[in-house]
């Protein structure tokens, strides 16, 4: 059984840190892509970045527009875990978390099209940025 469990959520000021974690069991890091997906209170869940590697060298990020330069996903097959390092948090990244996977694709801009399908998710995390 496939399971992920998301930590690292918290309450930061504006300007600050926060780096998420994404454990996953029950799964092979080189069959899949996973990543990141956030629901802010009243809006759409969106995709924030994603990442996958078929050979566990040479690995396929993605980022939203709104957090390229700001946030880096990376991924640890060996402790079946990916990471995202949040810097220069501003306030309308307040939202739940999500971490999610998807069997047999590779990381892309096609990310945050595919919420709606995606079948494993996390329980998510809570990230609140005050200004």
């Known amino acids: 059984e496939v399971q992920l469990v998301e930590s690292g959520g918290g309450l930061v000021q504006a300007g600050g840190s926060l780096r998420l974690s994404c454990s996953a069991s029950g799964l092979t890091f080189a069959d899949y892509a996973i990543g990141w997906f956030r629901q802010a209170p009243g809006k759409e869940r969106e995709g924030v970045s994603c990442i996958s590697s078929m050979d566990g060298s040479t690995f396929y990020s993605w980022y939203v527009d709104s957090v390229n330069g700001r946030f880096t996903i990376s991924s640890d097959p060996a402790k079946n875990t990916v990471s995202l390092q949040m810097n220069s948090l501003k306030p309308e990244d307040t939202a739940t978390y999500y971490c999610?996977?998807?069997?047999?694709?590779?990381?892309?801009?096609?990310?945050?099209?595919?919420?709606?399908?995606?079948?494993?998710w996390g329980q998510g995390t809570l990230v609140t940025v005050s200004s």
């Open positions: 999610a996977a998807d069997y047999g694709t590779l990381c892309g801009s096609g990310w945050p099209t595919i919420y709606k399908i995606l079948e494993l």
